[in-house]
Nanobody, 120 residues
Framework: QVQLVESGGGLVQAGGSLRLSCAASGSIRSINAMGWYRQAPGKQRELVADILSGSRINYADSVKGRFTIIRDITRNAVYLQMNSLKPEDTAAYYC??????????????WGQGTQVTVSS
C-alpha cells in the first residue's frame, strides 16, 4: 500500500507565501510523476503544476511566475512553493503521484487535500 500525506495549508493574506509538502510512503519502487491540483468550491479540479518523467515541468498559466514545484526523490516528496498569493488561489490543494509499486503495477495516488485560504 502507498499513502500520500500532505501538510502546509492555512490562511494567509494576499501577497503572502505558503509552502505545501507531500510525502509518499509504502511499497514504492519508483515515482514516475508528481503534481499538484486544486479545487475551489463549485469548480472542477484543475492542474496547478506537475513534474513528469524526464523532469519536464508544467504550470497552469494562472500560477506561472508565482508558484514553484520542487521534487525530492530521496524523500519521495514533492513541494509547492506559493508566492504572491491571490484570493483566487483559495482552494483545496491535492498532491498526486504516479508510482510503480513493489511487485509491479503503475498507479496514481492522491493526498488527502489541504486547504489554502487567501484573504484580500
Amino acid at each position: 500500500q502507498v499513502q500520500l500525506v500532505e501538510s502546509g495549508g492555512g490562511l494567509v493574506q494576499a501577497g503572502g507565501s505558503l509552502r505545501l509538502s507531500c510525502a509518499a510512503s509504502g511499497s514504492i519502487r519508483s515515482i514516475n510523476a508528481m503534481g499538484w491540483y486544486r479545487q475551489a468550491p463549485g469548480k472542477q479540479r484543475e492542474l496547478v503544476a506537475d513534474i513528469l518523467s524526464g523532469s519536464r515541468i508544467n504550470y497552469a498559466d494562472s500560477v506561472k511566475g508565482r508558484f514553484t514545484i520542487i521534487r525530492d526523490i530521496t524523500r519521495n516528496a514533492v513541494y509547492l512553493q506559493m508566492n504572491s498569493l491571490k484570493p483566487e488561489d483559495t482552494a483545496a490543494y491535492y498532491c498526486t503521484m504516479t508510482i510503480t509499486v513493489v511487485g509491479g503495477g503503475n498507479y496514481q495516488y492522491w493526498g488527502q487535500g489541504t486547504q489554502v485560504t487567501v484573504s484580500s
